[in-house]
């Protein structure tokens, strides 16, 4: 009997990535394409699916596809994302006509969320944070092991939350949490400082040790994060906090960092625990293949 298989496609700020998998996420191809901006992002993700379905050599079941902002799930439509710049962006039945196969839209975050509780740093826990720290900030939370989320499938947009005033976001807001600790913005913020440009927070991460300029940005960027997440923490109190995305490479130097600040915000709750996550840049499409097959639940 041929095993069937699922598209799964995360669409990230800068990357969109694309695997054909069967249901244990064993990957049969994989795809990448660099994200364009605005309505032109949707056919940059039908021609990846393209490449990725002329491949199979089987039935393809469906297909899941995760993108980031605000996302109507019920309605299949990408609401709005300030970072990539579309607003109301029909997805699942232009795809779905395209590749003529059923698909499930998600928000990226959450996708890559059941994907961690499932087989990942959350596994075998029920109250949990997801946080992802890449081109923009954003967390999921599981509560009594199912993901939470608005009326239209929102989670919680923690990168939006205003946390030091003079920094202006894409999104139009100012000070918000991820014009200061996300991924591309410290980046952004060692480039202005050293007159040097990097590829990202991850090379920013491994000049700690031996550059105070860095050193200055980490800190700041930690310290704007736990702000933000001891709010998250308040209301929600988690066990565990996951931390995936750019800042996840600095493993246990961001888990000890952030556990010491989070111990110092949060006095009326426990503090949270908190890990790096174990899937990496993966975990998105995993989840997105999860998806493919049937709707997410994490019980």
């Known amino acids: 009997m041929t095993t069937p298989l699922a598209l799964a496609v995360d669409v990230g700020g800068t990357t969109i990535k694309g695997?054909?998998?069967d249901r244990d996420g064993t990957v049969v191809a994989a795809e990448r394409a660099p994200t364009p901006p605005g309505e032109s992002?949707?056919?940059?993700?039908g021609r990846l699916g393209d490449r990725l379905l002329?491949?199979?050599a089987g039935p393809v079941r469906g297909a899941g596809v995760v993108v980031p902002g605000i996302v109507d799930a019920t309605h299949g439509v990408a609401t709005y994302s300030a970072n990539i710049g579309w607003r109301d962006l029909a997805l699942a039945e232009p795809l779905a006509t395209r590749w003529q196969l059923p698909v499930r839209l998600g928000h990226d975050v959450a996708s890559a969320a059941v994907a961690e509780i499932r087989y990942g740093a959350g596994r075998g826990e029920t109250d949990v944070c997801f946080v992802v720290i890449g081109t923009g900030v954003a967390a999921v939370v599981v509560a009594g092991g199912r993901v939470v989320t608005g009326h239209h499938g929102e989670i919680a947009e923690i990168g939006h939350l205003a946390v030091r005033?003079?920094?202006?976001?894409?999104c139009g807001g100012d000070g918000c949490l991820e014009a200061v600790a996300s991924a591309s913005a410290i980046a952004r913020s060692y480039a202005d400082r050293s007159g040097e440009q990097v590829a990202?927070?991850?090379?920013?991460?491994?000049r700690l040790d031996v550059d105070?300029?860095?050193?200055?940005v980490w800190q700041e960027a930690v310290e704007a994060l736990a702000d933000g997440l001891a709010v998250l923490a308040t209301v929600v109190?988690?066990?565990l906090i996951v931390v995936g995305g750019g800042l996840s490479v600095a493993g246990l130097r961001l888990v000890e960092t952030l556990e010491r600040e989070l111990a110092r915000r949060t006095r009326v709750v426990a503090p949270a625990r908190v890990t790096v996550a174990q899937l990496g840049p993966r975990a998105g499409v995993v989840g997105a293949?999860?998806?493919a097959f049937e709707p997410w639940t994490t019980t």
């Open 212 to 216: 105070p300029r860095a050193r200055e």
């Open 237 to 239: 109190a988690p066990e």
């Open 19 to 21: 695997e054909l998998v």
């Open 54 to 56: 002329g491949t199979a």
């Open 289 to 291: 293949g999860m998806l």
């Open 41 to 45: 992002a949707r056919e940059a993700i």
């Open 165 to 170: 005033p003079g920094h202006p976001c894409p």
């Open 200 to 206: 990202g927070a991850a090379e920013v991460v491994a």
